[in-house]
């Protein structure tokens, strides 16, 4: 999702999106340590999704650990 997509979400979606960018990303990651993983490309992707929902996140002051 872009930056600018980010953005638009309220609050509560930014929260739900990180939530799920961060299970998609673990997933990835366990798929890859198992020898699953086909398309390595998705790590850095996933991890550049976190890191932008988390850039949003913190302009807005928004505490990126708190349960949704």
Do not use: C, W, Y
Not at 14 to 40: D, P, Y
């Amino acid at each position: 999702m872009k930056s600018t997509e980010l953005r638009d979400l309220d609050d509560k979606g930014l929260r739900e999106h990180l939530a799920t960018a961060r299970k998609n990303l673990f997933g990835l990651r366990l798929q890859h340590a198992t020898g699953e993983l086909e398309n390595t490309a998705g790590l850095r992707s996933a991890k550049r999704d976190v890191a932008r929902a988390l850039t949003v996140a913190r302009q807005r002051g928004i505490d990126p650990t708190q349960k949704i």
